[in-house]
């Protein structure tokens, strides 16, 4: 494959491959009408004097002016060209001078985003059966042909970190949920260890003495125990390593029946992804031990099986949450605000954080009001929330921030006890967010809370991801990290 920009510039090689084989690369190019845009592709067969069956030239536009999200669904289209044909090893040569370490690194992420795909549980792997495309098994390697393959390969072991995060956040979402209960998640974080991670595990125990009542309401219908888990990564360096910790908080719902307010039969199969936030947050963790970043971040996952049975929670029924306020169930499908209610008031109660972020599969009215390219983004604190929407434009994790009002608040009040878990019919994803933040319990800890449940999984698929479980918000928070606490 060869890079080619805007009006076919190509580099160096791309050049003397042109000339070596008198004009076959070009001419048909321009005749296909292909002009070096960004993403477009086309395919030269048997280029006369070049001894390849085939070039792909895959366009990049005016490269000086890519943004790194550019590059990288450039390398994502280049890996889609790769595996509709056969071949072993793809070649790209990306020689042009506008084209940076930075940029074949980003192009690299992209191709590896985009390579990702869960075959787990298909008895005949991709090695011995066709590939994706019915035709050929995919390409094992693609090897990048840059001017300064040390810059490129150092800064790409930046990006691969966080690469790894994101497969890590996926495969998590794929995995069905009678292989990954409670237990079975804190087990595969308690594994991150050996990456440099600091990881407790909580169990039943620990969380009934931690009086965490809303969490254990909600697992208390599964024949699965539940489990709280937090990440501690530590890598601040110099003057910043006194600093308060940053928080990252997900929901974990290994499975949502709805428990006694059971959802209905139909698509309930999704609801192995109700666990979108806690894996994001995981594989965040990863990426951020992976890449040694320089920030104290800990990572607090609530890891629950929400079902009906002898033992479930019951509507009506009141519960008392870790930081003593009551709850009236009134719906016990409205679950997953009552695991972050305890999981967030145990993170400031023992860490006393910089900021708190939490991420969860909240609430289908999300998708109502924003369809399924943003995450709804609610917070305490205007810069904080600047800082994600910003990370989410360089991203292309999008995130559109909601209102948070007193008015929305009093929804919740309840009758019997200090609140309830729902907040009637009108803005679902917004009366969810006023429930969480009745538990941020100092107003001027910065607090966002981004809801998922449209981008974590089923989400549309594009360049970069072409997965049920997207991985979403890995790339997001890394970037918010590193554009402002490293
Ligand atoms: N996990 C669901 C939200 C969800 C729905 C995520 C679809 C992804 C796709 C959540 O626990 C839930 O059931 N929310 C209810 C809240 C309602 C009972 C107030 C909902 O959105 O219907
Ligand atoms: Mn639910
Ligand atoms: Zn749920």
């Not at 890079?3 to 076919?8: A, F, I, K, M, T």
């Not at 995995?175 to 407790?200: C, K």
């Not at 909580?202 to 219908?221: F, H, P, R, T, Y």
């Not at 009637?424 to 100092?442: E, K, M, P, S, Y």
Request: with cysteine; aromatic share 6%.
């Amino acid at each position: 494959m060869l890079l080619v920009g805007h009006e076919l510039a190509l580099g160096e090689i791309g050049t003397r491959l042109d000339k070596q084989s008198t004009g076959s690369l070009k001419r048909p190019a321009g005749a296909a009408n292909f002009n070096g845009k960004a993403r477009s592709t086309v395919e030269i067969l048997a280029p006369a004097g070049l001894e390849v069956k085939r070039v792909v030239l895959v366009g990049c536009g005016r490269a000086a002016q890519n943004e790194p999200l550019d590059w990288m669904r450039i390398g994502g289209a280049a890996w889609a060209q790769a595996l509709q044909r056969a071949s072993d090893t793809v070649s790209l040569v990306a020689d042009d001078e506008a084209i940076t370490p930075a940029a074949v690194a980003r192009m690299a992420e992209g191709a590896v985003l985009r390579a990702y795909n869960f075959r787990k549980y298909k008895s005949r792997k991709a090695t011995e059966e066709n590939g994706d495309n019915g035709q050929s098994k995919p390409p094992s390697a693609l090897v990048v042909h840059c001017p300064d393959p040390t810059a490129a390969e150092a800064a790409f072991a930046q990006r691969s970190a966080v690469a790894e995060g994101v497969y890590l956040a996926r495969d998590l979402v794929n995995e069905p949920a009678n292989a990954l209960g409670p237990v079975e998640f804190a087990e595969r974080l308690a594994g991150l260890g050996v990456q440099g991670l600091d990881v407790e595990v909580l169990d039943l125990e620990q969380l009934s003495a931690l009086k965490m009542g809303a969490l254990l309401a909600v697992g208390q219908g599964s024949a699965r125990e539940g489990r709280v888990v937090v990440m501690q990564w530590n890598g601040a360096k110099g003057r910043s390593k006194a600093k308060a910790p940053l928080c990252f908080i997900g929901k974990g719902v290994v499975f949502d029946t709805g428990g006694i307010s059971m959802k209905p039969a139909a698509g309930m199969e999704d609801m192995k992804g109700d666990m979108g936030g806690a894996a994001c947050v995981s594989g965040l963790m990863l990426g951020l031990a992976r890449r040694k970043a320089n920030v104290n971040a800990i990572g607090l996952v609530g890891l629950v099986e929400n079902m009906p049975s002898g033992t479930a929670t019951r509507p009506g029924d009141i519960v008392t949450s870790m930081s003593g306020q009551t709850i009236e169930i009134l719906n016990t499908d409205a679950e997953g605000r009552l695991v972050l209610a305890d999981v967030l008031w145990y993170a400031q109660e023992r860490f006393k954080p910089r900021l708190m972020v939490d991420l969860a599969t909240l609430t289908g009215a999300i998708m109502v009001a924003l369809g399924k390219e943003h995450a709804g983004l609610f917070a305490n604190n205007d810069k904080l929330a600047r800082e994600l929407e910003e990370a989410g434009i360089a991203t292309g994790e999008r995130v559109w921030r909601m209102p948070l009002l007193p008015a929305y608040d009093k929804l919740i009040d309840s009758k019997n006890a200090d609140m309830k878990n729902i907040g009637g019919r009108f803005g679902g994803a917004i009366t969810a967010a006023q429930f969480l933040q009745r538990f941020v319990r100092d107003s001027t800890t910065p607090w966002a809370h981004l809801d998922v449940a449209g981008t974590a999984m089923d989400s549309n698929r594009d360049e970069v991801n072409q997965s049920w479980a997207s991985g979403w918000g890995v790339r997001l928070l890394d970037e918010m990290v590193a554009a402002h606490y490293e």
